[in-house]
């Protein structure tokens, strides 16, 4: 008999195709969101989930699904996912690193470039009709070319990130929990900096840290206020390592210039008060949202959903402790 897997979301036919090779599959292609009573009904007979991180998988859920045996997520953060509640049951959890590296850097340069440029506010200016001609002083943004960008958080997309800035002939300052050793940072073209220097000299500062209960608010009021009045801030991670509260009133009252954010505190439900700000630039969590990569996610999760149910160790499994319970 094949194992039963459940697909939460809509995911590309491929996916669909190559999961039903190997298992009894229900899948979500209508996609709308299961609620945590639905997704526990539709889970609790099942040996596999492929989900995404708008699902919650924690140990209420894992309780009522005593055949799970793994926890495919389509994506390469996994902060929706409680691993030591899948650790402690035997529950293998797997995430998409690698695949969505280079397209994420891209949309973090996008966030920064626009934002110095003011792109959506020119944007709407346009659309809006009120562009009367050309004048000197119009819609006068910041160079990103030859500034410092401090990169916070230099696993494989902060590299990527940092990488671009080559071509843009920029000094780039990076913070990460373990300095880089001394081949790699040379090759990188980059200089390790504590937080509060970074803070202090970068032009542009890009978080690129996962989400943890250890990095809640990782940027903050009193940290917003070491940043230079001309600095922009990008947050192309995930909600929640920003206090967005605090962003808004840094964003109001000029303590900072400018942001570009990806992601949100409680998104999709935004703090409505980015809405009234021209100097921030608003992506709806897109950073690894280019076709191919989007296929890439999630194939590479249905090869951890496979690998698992069939017997193998999946090439991403973020728990290797669960394996030996399993
Ligand atoms: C990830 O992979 O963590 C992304 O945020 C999903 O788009």
């Not at 995911?11 to 298992?23: G, K």
């Not at 409680?82 to 949309?107: H, I, K, Q, Y």
């Amino acid at each position: 008999m094949k194992p039963k897997i459940l697909v939460t979301r809509e995911v590309f036919d491929e996916t669909l195709a190559y999961l039903a090779a190997h298992c009894e599959v229900e899948s979500n292609q209508p996609d709308q969101p299961f609620d945590p009573a639905a997704l526990a009904q539709r889970l609790k007979d099942k040996d596999g989930v492929v989900c995404c991180l708008t699902d919650r998988i924690d140990d209420a859920l894992l309780a009522v699904c005593p055949r799970l045996k793994v926890v495919a997520n389509i994506a390469v953060g996994y902060n929706n996912i409680d691993v030591p509640a899948c650790t402690a049951r035997g529950v293998m959890a797997t995430n998409t690193p690698g695949v969505l590296d280079d397209s994420t850097a891209d949309l973090a340069w996008t966030l920064m470039l626009a934002s110095a440029r003011r792109l959506t506010e020119a944007e709407a200016y346009v659309r809006a009709g009120d562009w009367k001609g050309w004048h000197l002083k119009q819609m006068l943004g910041v160079d990103v070319h030859h500034a410092t960008l401090g990169v916070i958080g230099m696993g494989r997309i902060g590299q990527q990130i940092a990488r671009r800035a080559a071509g843009f002939k920029m000094r780039v300052l990076y913070q990460n929990r373990n300095r880089l050793p001394a081949d790699v940072e040379k090759s990188l073209d980059v200089e390790y900096a504590t937080k509060d220097q970074l803070l202090a000299q970068s032009d542009f500062v890009v978080l690129q840290v996962p989400y943890s209960p250890a990095t809640h608010h990782y940027i903050g009021a009193a940290d917003l206020k070491k940043m230079k009045p001309t600095a922009i801030l990008i947050n192309s991670t995930r909600g929640g390592v920003v206090d967005d509260a605090a962003l808004i009133n840094a964003l109001k009252d000029g303590t900072i210039r400018a942001a570009g954010l990806d992601v949100f505190e409680n998104e999709p439900k935004l703090n409505p008060g980015f809405l009234d700000l021209k100097n921030v630039v608003l992506a709806p969590h897109i950073g690894s949202s280019t076709e191919a990569t989007r296929r890439a996610m999630a194939m590479t999760a249905a090869k951890n959903a496979v690998a698992a149910l069939t017997g193998g160790t999946p090439p991403n499994l973020v728990n290797p402790d669960a394996r030996a319970k399993s």
